[in-house]
Structures are given as C-alpha cells and as structure tokens.
C-alpha cells in the first residue's frame, strides 16, 4: 500500500514537471511583438544616423538592428541583455540614457543643479529690487495745517451724520 501512494505520488510531481517545462518551452517560442521590440529599440539610438532613435531610424542598418533585437527576444535575452550587446558593439554612443559613471554623470548632476542656483539668484535679485523700491519710496508726513486733510476730514464727518 505504501509503494503505491509513492508510485502516484511520483506520477503526480512527474507530470507538474513536465506541464512546467512544456509552459517555459512555449514561452520560448514565443515571437516578440513589434511593440517589445520598439520598446528596447526606443531606448536605442541609431549607431549611423546621427540622433535618430533605432525605432524611427529608416535605413536598412536599422531594420537589421531591429530583427537583432526580434532575434535576441525570442531566445529569451533580457531588454538588459540586450542593450549590453549593442553597448558592446558600438559603445556607450547607442544608448539613449547614457550610463551615470565617468563624466556622464555631470548630465544627470549637472541640470537641477543649475536649476537651484538660477532659482536662488533669480530670488536674491527680486528680493534686491523689493528692496530698492521699498527704500526709494519716500515716507508722506502728514501734517494737521494741511488744506487737503482738513477738507477730507470734513467730508467724512459729514457722512457718518
């Protein structure tokens, strides 16, 4: 009795086994679509044109590069895999976002810190200019001898009668 819950137990794993593998074989072969393709190939550029990402790029070179990309899918590379082959290939130019090491990385330092000291400067000199304007405006003595206010407080007396 105990043989025979072990033979169908082994069965049992056998068969998980084997569905496991057909679901990997399948998704192997598996052709990648136009839109995965274009989804690594965007984040590409062209190693011949010059600024034209490799999903827009016309020239035949392009098509190829794009059936390389379709290749490497469908045997299961990673999109990481993938843009390291091409980086080994061509160098650092073909990737869209450059890699953050060497001097590559002033481009992502670069910007927002230019941003913050343009921000900074830009306050201290509206800041400078309330300033001057605050300083420049002359301060108004009123005087009880003048004919004006005299008049005004008048007027208003007799509008709270």
């Known amino acids: 009795m105990m043989k025979k819950s072990t033979f169908t137990l082994s069965i049992a794993i056998s068969l998980l086994f084997l569905l496991l593998l057909s679901g990997v074989a399948a998704a192997q072969d598996h052709e990648p679509t136009d839109d995965e393709v274009n989804a690594i190939a965007k984040q590409l550029y062209c190693p011949v044109c010059e600024n034209i990402p490799l999903d827009v790029c016309p020239t035949q070179a392009c098509v ?4 390389i990309i379709r290749q490497k899918l469908a045997e299961g ?17 073909v990737l869209a976002t450059p890699p953050a090491r060497g001097l590559n990385w002033l481009v992502y330092i ?3 810190a230019v941003f913050v000291v343009g921000a900074y400067l830009l306050f201290r000199v509206v800041r400078g ?6 300083m420049e405006t002359p301060i108004a003595s009123i005087s009880p001898d003048d004919p004006y206010i005299a008049r005004l407080e008048e007027e208003l007396q007799k509008r709270d009668r």
């Open 77 to 93: 590379w990673t999109e990481d895999q993938i843009k390291q082959y091409f980086v080994d290939q061509y160098g650092d130019r």
């Open 64 to 67: 190829q590069w794009r059936e």
């Open 110 to 112: 670069l910007p927002p």
């Open 129 to 134: 200019w309330r300033q001057q304007a605050v």
